[in-house]
């Protein structure tokens, strides 16, 4: 006789909104069924009503954390359509932010895991190690996330060259403490004990489930779209793909792990090579024509396909987040562990539900005391501090 | 390019694959409904290509189907397209072969409403629960 356990549908750690439902048998999980949708908001609808030129902006709302990886995708596919070619200092800018997006993304999930299994030592220091990478990306882009930073044909801005230094001096010192941070986790025995063998992915079912990213490379599948693909600036620079053979929990945050480092790599090589010369090649039209434009964001990889009738405006943009398909790798994952190890299980795929909140502050009478453009002040400010003083 | 999948796609099904070679990166492969699946099946099963996605469209001959296929080693993709009639859209569901398909087969019936014959859970997905049966957001019909 199985009983029914509802989790969500709001996740009590990840704070984010699905709905799973657990057939269990005492402690054991019999199946799972996932239920999607709850912020829906019919972006590739919306899409179509926006110029080439806005849809980028729309596409790095599609999630905060992966604001860089979509709008980096949506260009390559209108590039695609158009067989435009970009500057070389731009691909180098692109990559830049693009795996300083991946290390904040990666150390938020370190953070988080530490979080779900209960050690709280961890997600303060792994959140503490990701607050310099947003510096990082502020004193580059202007902005912690959102960073309007893609545009079709290159980049949107140039970089001084008086930020790179203490960008560098940032990633040495994150590489160490992430180094210390590793050290830490993989001879902890309380974490072993959480992770290792827990929530096993075999390699047929990651590949028969179409699973992406960490969560393919933690089961033994060796894809990665930056070396397959070879866009950006990737194929210029040493570094490794990570793969780990065991596909339980410990695999896929060993391989986070150490892809943080191999991308505190990408990132010094691509400043110290940084070429001169234009950040963006001009581009007149998008013509007739589908595009593609796939890469690898740090969940896995971002799919966008884009159809041009030849207006300033797709006819149709699909975009494919990567949670979206490693979700399913979940009920084979959960099938036999215990109901305490489902949550960290469902947290290892690093299920992204692309949230974005506006915010006021009110004070405890109900009066606004700040509005979005003291708010937007505020961050410039901050910005200019960064750039003097980091 | 994938010469290699190409190639194969002609030699195995000849003049019933319409290829049209967009860049070294990029194809596009137009296959009638009769030769869907058995096409869709190659390029899973012998030729190792990974479903990245699939995107569904209603355009003015019919609602497209049009199936993602990257060949990572060969930093590739290759794209199978068909175009079903409407206004009842209906065909065989790669996922009872492919269990990737699940979600992405689930979206286009739910968006589109394309129907697809032995898919094992034809649920919506996205769109939400209380809207009735036949609301598919993505069509365009009078």
Redesign the interface.
Known sequence: MSTTIPIGPFHPVLEEPEYITLQVEGETVLSADIELGRIHRGMELLAEEKTFDQDVFLVERICGICSASHSWAATLAMEDIGGITIPDRARYLRTIVHELERLHSHMLWVGLAGHIIGYWTVFMWGWKYREPVLDALEAITGNRNNYAWYCPGGVRRDVPDEVWPPVLKSMDEFAEKTNLLIGAILNDPVILGRLKGVGILTKEDAIAYGTLGPTARGSGVDIDVRRDESYGAYDEVDWKVITQPDGDCLAVAVVRLLEMIEATKIIKQCIKNLPKGEIRSEVREIPRGEGIGHIEAPRGESFHFIRSNGTNMPVRHKMRAPTFLNIPSYRPRVKGETISDATLIFAVIDPCYSCTERMAAVDPGGKRIANGHDLIKLSHEKTEWLKKNL | MSKRVLENLKTTFGDRVEIHE??S??A?VAVSNDDWMTVLRHMYEVEGG????A?G?DRPTGVEL?Y?F?F????T?V?IRTTLDKPFPRIEALTKY???????EREIFDFLGVEFVGHPDPR?????HDRPADFH??RRDE
């Open positions: 967009h860049s990166k990029r596009y990974r479903l990245t996605t995107t469209s049009l993602h990257a990572d080693r060969e930093g993709v794209n492919y269990p990737a398909a699940d979600f992405i919506k997905i996205l769109s939400s957001p993505m």
